[in-house]
């Protein structure tokens, strides 16, 4: 079995919108890949899926060879390993940049949860911000703040969902730039949802198009590009 496998995914919605059609894909460790397709083609909802956050109607998602169960379900060992930061970033706006990163960190060892928190702060240049609220902070610093708390847990999988939608150029490129530069020394997986092929060619290599809910392309991003 592969590390990530994505088997027959099919997901409708009420209206009926089909939003998954049978997608499958095999995601092998290490690879970072982007997502691309129009709006509505079903991108966030396979990212939704491949956290568990959701119930497909037909197909799975196997993670090590685990079927990943939904949070309706009893939760898999090895759950925490795939984490998705959303759209809407969902950052406690009463709770600082320090407690917005490590409250998945609350069940662990005080000790380790302190470690791991200034590691985080350190990787993501945040140490002078780490007691500012999330509306004190840029949307590039905003964005960095939910991936941080993403990676609390040390996933092996990183599922990012437009991380550049709500950011000017500017802002978006050096958010780009820094964010090449933490995962280089990551042996992290990344699934980066986007719309732009040009942030894609930044920090992945391999390309999935997306329309209606199928898989229309997947390959290197340079053959296809
Ligand atoms: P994308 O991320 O590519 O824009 P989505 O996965 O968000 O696509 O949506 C795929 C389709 O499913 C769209 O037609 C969308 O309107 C529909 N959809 C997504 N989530 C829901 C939901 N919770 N309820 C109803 N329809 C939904
Ligand atoms: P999760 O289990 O995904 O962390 P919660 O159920 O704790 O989410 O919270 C759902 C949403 O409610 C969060 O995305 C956040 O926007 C909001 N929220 C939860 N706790 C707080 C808090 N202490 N301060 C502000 N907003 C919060």
């Given amino acids: ?32 890949w982007s997502v691309v397709g129009a ?3 079903g991108k966030s909802t396979l990212l939704r899926l491949m956290a568990g956050l959701e119930a497909q109607d037909q197909g799975a998602v196997f993670y090590r060879g685990e079927r990943i169960l939904h949070s309706g379900e009893k939760l898999v060992p090895g759950y925490d390993a795939i984490q998705l930061v959303k759209q809407d970033k969902g950052l406690y706006p009463h709770s600082t940049v320090a407690e917005n990163i490590s409250r ?60 550049f939608s709500s950011l000017d150029s500017h802002q978006k ?12 020394d990551l042996a992290i997986t990344l699934v980066l949802v986007t719309h732009d092929i040009q942030d894609a060619l930044l920090i992945t290599d391999k390309l999935c198009v ?16």
């Avoid at 069940?107 to 985080?120: F, G, I, N, T």
């Avoid at 490129?173 to 280089?184: A, H, P, V, Y």
């Fill in 39 to 41: 709006s509505g083609s």
């Fill in 173 to 184: 490129r050096t958010l780009l730039d820094e964010l090449n530069l933490i995962f280089q």
């Fill in 104 to 163: 998945p960190l609350l069940q662990y060892d005080k000790a380790y949860a302190r470690e791991r928190l200034d590691e985080l702060l350190s990787l993501f240049g945040l140490e002078k911000k780490r007691d500012s609220l999330p509306r004190q902070l840029s949307g590039g610093q905003q964005q960095k703040v939910a991936i941080a708390r993403a990676m609390s847990l040390e996933p092996e999988v990183l599922l990012l969902d437009e991380p």
């Fill in 210 to 225: 997306m329309a209606h809910g199928k898989l229309m392309r997947k390959g290197e991003i340079k053959d296809i590009h």
């Fill in 1 to 32: 079995t592969g590390f990530l496998s994505i088997e027959k995914l099919s997901k409708t919605y009420e209206g009926p919108t089909t939003a998954l059609a049978d997608f499958s894909m095999e995601i092998g460790q290490g690879e970072r």
